[in-house]
């Protein structure tokens, strides 16, 4: 039996590692074409490998979401590969700790290319595919942080509240055109970036065994 996404094209930005390959291996598995970027190429090339393994159809490209050149060059990749941009999804994150006042400058724009700016250049050069296709989907991945924060993550917080306002944005936007646009705010899941944030902040008991 056809699933919802069979014969739709996907692409996650952010697909090799935690939240975004999870998405990508999902979205393969329900019959999707996937094609992930990372701006690590070892990791998206062994993610692709790893789930191509699984008998999913999943390509990969080694592409920096902030980065209009290289998003544009991901597009279209994934057009001369599957022919059309069903699906996108905004995965690629970065967490740094800091209040506004110890928070480096170069610091506070490396999050906020990543987490915000990365949607923006994502979208802004998949809609175009979209349209042509009658419709679309794009799911930008933000935070319980949006809404309410802990201490010392400035630049973080700032970012997922930005995504949520610009999510809003971009569906008034773009409804007429059949285009969804959602936000999906998780708690702390089990990645390679939340364990590297506890490790980072590990008190002396974290170490002890009994």
Known sequence: MATGFSGKVAIVAGGALGIGRAVARRLAQDEASVVICSDQKDQVEQTADELRREDLEVQGLRADVTSSTDMERLIAFTVEVYRSVDVLVNSAGVQRYGTVV?????????VLAVNLKGIYLAAKHAIPEMRKRGGG?????????AFASQKGVAAYTASKGGINALTRAMALDHAQENIRVNAVCP???DTPMLRWAADLFKGR???RRP
């Open 102 to 110: 110890d928070t480096e400058e170069a610091m506070w724009d490396e």
């Open 137 to 145: 989907a794009i799911v930008n991945l933000s935070s319980v942080q």
């Open 187 to 189: 708690a702390s899941v």
């Open 205 to 207: 008991r974290a170490s």
